[in-house]
Nanobody, 127 residues
Framework: QLQLVESGGGSVQSGGSLRLSCTASGFPLDHYAIGWFRQAPGKEREGISCISSTDDITYYTDSVKGRFFISRDNAKNQIYLEMNSLKPDDTGVYYC????????????????????WGQGTQVAVSS
């Protein structure tokens, strides 16, 4: 059974850092592009970063570019999101998701593309 589990969320002051992890099981991770999404209170879920199944293409939305860094370790079945210089606007529930794109150097952050989702991990940034 395909499963994604996020971890690493927590509370941090503005300017701090967190590293989120997404652990995959039940499917060959290297067949999937992985996206990170977040949902702030009262707002729609938004895509913030993704990484291709080939591990050579990444994307960041403008609001996190230069502060967040996505990476993957297929041997460990894990994907990471390093978050630096955190701001109160980064507060929300963070989700990882998998998009079946084997051997493709591409990834997308449209919510509708992703079939498999984790349960989310909460990130709270205080000013």
């Amino acid at each position: 059974q395909l499963q994604l589990v996020e971890s690493g969320g927590g509370s941090v002051q503005s300017g701090g850092s967190l590293r989120l992890s997404c652990t995959a099981s039940g499917f060959p991770l290297d067949h999937y592009a992985i996206g990170w999404f977040r949902q702030a209170p009262g707002k729609e879920r938004e895509g913030i970063s993704c990484i291709s199944s080939t591990d050579d293409i990444t994307y960041y939305t403008d609001s996190v570019k230069g502060r967040f860094f996505i990476s993957r370790d297929n041997a460990k079945n894990q994907i990471y999101l390093e978050m630096n210089s955190l701001k109160p606007d980064d507060t929300g529930v963070y989700y990882c998701a998998a998009d079946y794109l084997p051997l493709q150097g591409a990834c997308f952050v449209r919510v509708a593309r992703y079939s498999y989702w984790g349960q989310g991990t909460q990130v709270a940034v205080s000013s």
